[in-house]
């Protein structure tokens, strides 16, 4: 993953889709590509690069509590599409 682009992985999300990632703590939000598979860390359900981490201010933590949105699907059709919380 590249750290300077908002990216993001997530274990079964088709590769090219747009999610709207948000902080609940402090409710900003960034858009961020599907371009990797993971996160594999048990509790995790989607990994935010470096740079998208920085706009919704999580750098510093590590991990957020984040819900996350599907903006664009393209031509990939996913079920349970919606708003998902998620603890991380």
């Not at 274990?11 to 747009?18: A, E, V």
């Amino acid at each position: 993953m590249n750290a300077s682009l908002l990216t993001a992985a997530h274990r079964s999300l088709p590769f090219g889709t747009k999610v709207k990632v948000t902080n609940k703590r402090n409710g900003k939000s960034v858009v961020v590509r599907i371009n990797d598979r993971g996160p594999f860390i048990r509790g995790r359900v989607i990994d935010v690069s470096r740079a998208a981490a920085k706009n919704i201010g999580m750098v510093s933590s590590g991990t957020a509590q984040v819900c996350y949105q599907i903006v664009d699907a393209g031509s990939q059709k996913i079920a349970g599409k919606g708003l998902k919380a998620i603890d991380g």
